[in-house]
């Protein structure tokens, strides 16, 4: 197998070697490790060297049903049901400490399914994950209905709210940052006491069937998270058409986002969404011009542009704009590429050979339609495999080329210059997406009102990509809806149930 030829000189830890081996061809379904129905399996590959890593299960609607059904009898009548918010809470909390332990399979295991860079596995995903999950292990004891003064004339009422489950919940997630949006879906939703049967992407099934081997252990009942590997086409879509789930909750580009929303109908199931972007990067000159310029690369190369709220469209002040561009150019032409592996690695190749076409593609659209190339364009020469693509700056660019207007989740940035803040707010919000949003400024006020301007589920002023799990993450517009993160997510994966008392007419003694 190609993993353990690579093994001797890429320093892979045994227990991934083994996990490979062990887990090829199963996945999670009602606490046992099973087969697809079919018993078909499909590919994955580490997109640095194109070899296959594992062979998974093709999940397909049969698997689906299967998953659904246990994940409705964890929920209606297994222990989890029975369990208090705080061994709820508690067991969270041990799933983080497990990841922790493991951190290091996790981290190799991101960078070998997924490409990225094992320094940046072992520094942002990981801790993120087992954070993501200590903070949701927290809020599953504070999960409070509210008493409502009601006004009935003449007779006393007491009105309070339930905060409950949603019940059964699918969650189908991309490959980008694998084991954390697999975090993001299962921590508020298991704080809340729903079950789940989660999707990972086909690119990038193994860090999800990893933590699904820790479950057990952390004191999660069977049946509470079911891990599904399988196409979006097959097992994604009969998560989201699927008539005994109460809510569906997707991350991915907005095509299959609207797909996932019609299919929901049949049903009724809640949907919530987070989907692409297009995000403006603003930089005005009184800003620190070079945090602000490095600031813009990791932007858009942070995960090598396959980030959702990657800062694709650049802004730059007219009076900054020759001092800043040199600095990217600049910051672009260093980044060292190569194999998520490799120590020395600062970029990895995108996920797979659809995105490097995808791309690609775009690359050849912009070119083409007359954007001018100022750093990067193109595959680099030194590597020959691998999905490999140079951090790409574009300039000269025009509002209706496809590289400003549709999402690229590549290394790929459109340099634009502008002359003032009411001309850049509107260029910034003219894209059908809303998902994040920068200011560069030393002008408080400007900085504020630029906030209050733009319109998207996040700004970030002096920064970029920074995250929390207390902080709420989600889209305006057609990047979706609802909010992951923070106190909102639990909005997700509750609904409300108000309960009326009735305490007798108004007595005599003013009670
Ligand atoms: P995608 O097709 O939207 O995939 C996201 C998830 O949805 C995957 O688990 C996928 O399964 C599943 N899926 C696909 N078709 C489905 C369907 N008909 N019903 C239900 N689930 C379905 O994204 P992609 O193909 O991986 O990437 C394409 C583009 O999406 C990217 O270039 C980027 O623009 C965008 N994207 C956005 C995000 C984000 O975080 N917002 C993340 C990833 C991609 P399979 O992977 O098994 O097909
Ligand atoms: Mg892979």
């Known amino acids: 197998m190609a993993l353990a030829s690579a093994q001797s000189t890429s320093g892979i830890v045994p227990e991934v070697d083994q996990f490979i081996r062990s887990r090829t061809r199963r996945m999670l379904i009602d606490g046992k490790w099973v087969e697809s129905a079919s018993g078909k399996t499909f590919a994955t590959h580490n997109p640095a060297t194109e070899d296959i890593l594992a062979e998974v299960p093709a999940g397909e609607k049969e698997d689906v049903d299967r998953a659904v059904r246990a994940a409705r009898r964890a929920f ?101 940052f694998p ?61 989201a058409a699927h008539p005994d789930l109460d809510k569906v909750a997707f991350t991915g580009s907005t095509e299959v986002g609207k797909e996932v929303m019609r299919a929901a109908t049949g049903n009724l199931k809640r949907v919530s969404l987070e989907l692409g972007g297009k995000s403006p990067n603003i930089i005005f000159a009184d800003a620190d011009l070079d945090e602000a310029a490095v600031g813009a690369a990791s932007a858009i190369y942070f995960n090598h542009g396959q980030c959702c709220c990657a800062g694709s469209r650049l802004f730059i002040e007219q009076k900054a704009y020759d001092k800043v561009m040199p600095k990217l150019i600049d910051f672009s032409q260093k980044v060292k590429l190569g194999p998520g592996m490799d120590p020395a690695t600062e970029m990895g190749p995108l996920v797979s050979s659809e995105q490097y076409q995808r791309v690609t593609g775009y690359l050849a659209a912009g070119k083409q339609e007359g954007a001018r190339v100022a750093a990067g364009g193109g595959r680099p020469k030194d590597l020959s495999k691998g999905y490999f693509v140079q951090p790409t700056v574009f300039a000269d660019v025009r509002p209706d080329m496809k590289v400003i207007r549709e999402e690229i989740f590549g290394p790929v940035v459109c340099a634009i210059p502008f002359k ?30 630029m906030a209050e301007t733009l319109r998207a589920g996040t700004v970030w002023i002096n920064c970029y990509n920074v995250f929390d799990a207390a902080s709420p993450f989600g889209g305006y517009k057609q990047s979706g809806f609802g909010r992951e993160m923070g106190k909102a997510a639990l909005d997700l994966y509750t609904q409300l149930k108000s309960v009326w008392v009735n305490l007798g007419p108004h007595g005599d003694n003013g009670q």
């Open 179 to 239: 084991l954390l949006m697999a975090a993001w879906k299962l921590g508020a939703a298991l704080a809340c006491g729903n079950t789940v049967v989660l999707k990972p992407a086909e690119q990038t099934p193994l860090s999800a069937l990893r933590l699904g081997e820790l479950l057990e252990e952390a004191g999660i009942p069977a049946g509470v998270v079911n891990i599904v590997t399988g196409y979006g086409e097959t097992a994604g879509a009969a998560i």
């Open 420 to 449: 003032d803040p009411s001309e850049v707010a509107a260029a910034g919000n003219d894209t059908t997406y809303g998902l994040a949003a920068a200011v560069w400024t030393r002008d408080i006020g400007k900085a504020h009102r």
């Open 76 to 176: 209606e009548n297994g222990p989890w049901r029975r369990m208090t918010a705080s061994e709820r809470g508690r067991a969270l909390w041990k799933l983080a400490d497990l990841i922790e332990k493991h951190g290091e399979e996790f981290a190799q295991l991101e960078t070998l399914d997924n490409g990225k860079p094992l320094a940046v596995a072992r520094v942002a995903d990981v801790p993120l994950v087992v954070d993501h999950f200590r903070y949701y292990a927290g809020w599953a004891t504070k999960v409070e209905g509210e008493t409502i003064p009601v006004s009935i004339p003449g007779q006393r009422f007491l009105n309070y709210t339930l905060r409950e489950p949603v019940g059964v919940v699918g969650q189908i997630i991309p490959w980008n």
